[in-house]
């Protein structure tokens, strides 16, 4: 059974730094997988953040974090990235960790396993 989580979230103030950590487990390897971030603010709807392709060559950015935010993966660790810089309040929010091994799976899903989420909290 494949299990996603997160950790790394915490409280900022605006303009700070975070890095999100997503460990993958429950198969042998996970470089056959598109991985994904993907955040839920308050009475928000789930919105993409940010994916990467099996082999880290193709990444894919929401347009409200290019520039600030960058993913990455370390395929030897069953680990992904979200490297979050000049945060801002509007990046509040639980963000979430997924993962799909379906070759036709599009960068913002729908993906087939997903983290219990990891709460970031910017301060102004």
């Known amino acids: 059974q494949v299990q996603l989580v997160e950790s790394g979230g915490r409280l900022v103030q605006a303009g700070g730094s975070l890095r999100l950590s997503c460990a993958a487990s429950?198969?042998?390897?996970?470089?056959?997988?598109?991985m994904g971030w993907f955040r839920q603010a308050p009475g928000m709807e789930r919105e993409f953040v940010a994916a990467?392709?099996?082999?880290?060559?193709?990444?894919y950015y929401a347009d409200s974090v290019k520039g600030r935010f960058t993913i990455s993966r370390d395929n030897a660790k069953n680990t992904v990235y979200l490297q979050m810089n000049t945060l801002t309040p509007e990046d509040t929010a639980v963000y979430y960790c997924?993962?799909?091994?379906?070759?036709?799976?599009?960068?913002?899903?729908?993906?087939?396993?997903w983290g219990e989420g990891t709460q970031v909290t910017v301060s102004s």
């Open positions: 429950g198969r042998t390897s996970f470089s056959g997988y598109i």
């Open positions: 990467i392709s099996w082999c880290g060559s193709r990444l």
């Open positions: 997924a993962a799909d091994e379906r070759s036709d799976v599009g960068h913002q899903g729908p993906y087939s396993y």
